[in-house]
């Protein structure tokens, strides 16, 4: 499902600094992979380059198997990924039930409500569909964004610290959610985190260290 | 942010509408003045050419005893019995260096100037000969020489002296009616105080006394007048008005100012509304009593001068008369009625001391007019000149500056060739009125009469004018636009006709006196248009700085939808899209308010010249009122520019939007 091969990133401001030296990766479906390492080693990078939304300097990437690094970026994103960020990224001047809808209704897929609203029963925020999201707290707002990136059925779920922002309790939540809808859906699922009991739960951890990716744990060995 | 939208939306919208009113009034202007170009001197003219005035047909009337060995014009061909009038047995023999005579196919003499109208005919067209000629006009103004609060009508006389084109009356311009004025209220009542007025000596060098006409002559002066208006108002023309005595109601009291000197009143002032003043008058008995606020009591003598403060005006209708017996003005009588301070004052008066304020004027007639009015009239769709022992003028209007009014009288003089020498010749003419010549330079100086007139003084000074530009006929048609077609068709017929050679067939576009002109609209029109562009540049680029706030306040938006999928594409569109409907809603809004001020044209010019303390638009040049009709040109300009200059102004947002990075603005999120 996702094959990242010898993936590259640099920066050249204010000086040369290869953040990725090589990073190669496969994630198949139903699997769940964590990343982790410290503040500052490429983690957000390198999800973002699995997304799509940032472009590696070298390296090859395929999404569904099909290039992820060339024009169709954008429709990988709306029909293979689903996003899930540390601070949420809603819009806020909308309801939840439109914020969940919008990647269909950017993919211009209709019929897509009662999936919504049944995420939104699943994710426990039946009771909020028309409310803002600005109007939601940290978890609920978490939980949105889970049903937003399941929404339009991806292959692929990339989670940047999803429970950063939040207390033990709604971690957990957040934790079981997601590991579970990737499970019971089939859907591959990779989460950044320092968040070690997180780790434990996925199928791989990965430690991104010096640029390149280690596999540290495997619920397969 | 909505506000600088909404502020941006205003900003065009005012731009678009002040671009639309702007262009809508140039154009109309442009258009009413074509329309005067074209309307005094048609959008068509054939002409003769050097061989039609060396043919046999047109030199043949010099030696012919028919035509009383005289050059006919144009109009007098057409009318004329007999194409060829030579007979040899009685004229010259014809000179052997004359062309040969033309004939048709059956052998009869050939008649150009009645083919070229059979031809105008056969296209359905409507045409009338001209003829145009030069001469000086010498106006001889009479006018009332009142003393201040007097009522005596003395007469005195001033000279107005023009070099003027004259060309003849072609009443059968469809435009003609709009061209001609109707009278003023000045003219009418000069033509009131000149109805007793004899034209005698008006062509005399030395001024003679003002002599007054016949009885009969003044009473059928006055019906022509009276039966084609219809008086309304009626106004004091001096402050002096002693028919006020028969209009006090009894029993009421008025105030009034009464100096008294030698114990009596020496004249009473009414102001025109209630004020305090010496005292108050009182009609009782038919005899008016003044009490003053001393206590003292005097009764007025009808001989008593009464005045006003102000100048009453009042509603007035004309009695009933029987014409015979009308020696003067003063044995009209009318039923007046009026305020004065406050108070209703009605009864009858005699014409004195008053004159006309407001008045019905008739000049379009459908049928020939029993008694015609002394102006230009109408009857159907053609017009006519009144007529008279002295012939009619009409003069551009620019003379009613000099004071000239409606009646007056004087004379063209000109120069007659004799085998000698060049005499002066006098024709005398009376002024029945005044039309719009538009902005053409020699437009100013034509003065319109009738066409016997303008042939008689180009036949006695032929030699003076070249006979290309005197003499012609014009072709009249409703729309502008298809000179160019009408004069191609023309051409056409001529050519097959075997006419060609002695006609020239011109439109407006080629005038001498109008080429100029057309070419200044037509740039002006290209200039004021590319202004109008700029300005709606300028205003549009609001909407970059606009949109490129608004591309920077939601750039967190914009990665979170480009996250979901939307392409850079789909983001672009957005913005572009936001451009395009803020120019479109703009120009639906500028549009609906040029709408508006265009039906309201006259309410904002007054407006214009209450702030400005003199006329914002000069009559002379603009009319009475502005042009209000929404140009087609201005409006397909605006239409199709400031959306599209809007689109290409979002474009630039949204081309910084497209160049956003998701993953950095999430990131720094």
Known sequence: ???????????????KCDILKGVSLTVNPGETVAIMGPSGVGKSTLLHILGTLDQPSGGSLKIAGRDALGDQGALLRNQHIGFVFQNYNLLDEYSVLENVLMPSRIGRLGGKEEEAKRLLLEVGLEDHLHHL??????????????????CNNPDLILADE???????????????????????????????????????????????????LELAESSHD | MSLIALMSVGVISLVVWLVLVFLSVTDGIEKNWLKKLTSLNAPIRITPTEEYYHSYYYQVDSISNASDYRYK????KASALLTDPYASDEDQAVPRRWPEKLSNKDGSPKDLVKGAFGIIDNLQLTAQDYEVSGAVLKLRMVRPQGILFSQSQERGQGYLTQVSYISSFTGKSPLLPTLIETPRMEDLNH??????????????DTPEEVEQVSVAEFQSRLESLLSNMEIQRMKMTSHRWQALAALLPEGEEFDVYAPIKNGMISQIVFPM????????LKKSQGRLHYVGRDGSSHTVSFSVPLYLEGRLSMEATLSHFEKKGVKALSDFRFHVKALLQGREILGQVPWEGIEVEQAKVISHFEKTPQVMPPWPYFIGNEAY???????????????????????????????????????????????VGFYDPGVMAIGAKIILTQPELVHAINAASQSLFDPNMVNGIQVYLDDLGSAKEVKEQLDAAFQKEGLSSYWNVTTFHEYDFAKDLLQQFQSDKYLFTLIGGIVLIVACSNIISLLVILVNDKKREIAILSAMGASKKSIALIFTLCGGIMGTLSTLI????????????????????????????????????????????????????????????????????????????????
């Open chain 1, 1 to 15: 499902m996702l094959i990242a091969k010898d993936l590259k990133k640099s920066f050249f401001h204010p000086s």
């Open chain 1, 133 to 150: 999201a600005k109007q939601l707290s940290g978890g609920e707002k978490q939980r949105a964004a889970i049903a937003r990136a399941l």
């Open chain 1, 162 to 212: 999803p429970s950063g922002n939040l207390d033990d309790t709604n971690s957990d939540r957040i934790h079981d959610i997601l590991i579970s809808k990737a499970k019971s859906l089939g859907k591959g699922l990779i989460i950044v985190t320092h968040n070690h009991a997180l780790a434990k739960q996925c199928d791989f951890t990965y430690n991104l260290h010096g640029g390149v």
């Open chain 2, 73 to 76: 014009s144009i109009g007098e």
């Open chain 2, 191 to 204: 033509l009131f105080f000149l109805a007793d007025i004899s034209m005698n000596g008006v062509s005399e």
């Open chain 2, 273 to 280: 509304s209630p004020k305090e003043g010496s005292g108050k």
């Open chain 2, 385 to 431: 000149l009144p007529d008279g022992d002295t012939p009619a003028v009409v003069l551009p209007k620019h003379f009613q500056n000099s004071k000239v009014e409606m009646g007056d009288v004087g004379y063209f003089s000109y120069g007659a060739a004799t085998s000698s020498s060049v005499q002066e010749q006098r024709l005398p003419v009376r002024v």
């Open chain 2, 590 to 669: 500028g549009t609906g308010a040029a709408m508006l001020t265009l039906h309201n044209i006259d309410s904002v010019v007054s407006f214009l010249s209450f702030l400005q303390g003199h006329d914002a638009f000069n009559v002379v040049f603009y009319g009475k009122s502005l042009p209000n009709q929404l140009s087609n040109h201005a409006l397909i300009f605006i239409l199709i520019a400031t959306p599209i200059i809007s689109l290409l102004a979002g474009l630039v947002p949204a081309v910084k939007a497209t160049k956003l990075h998701p993953s950095q603005i999430l990131r720094s999120e």
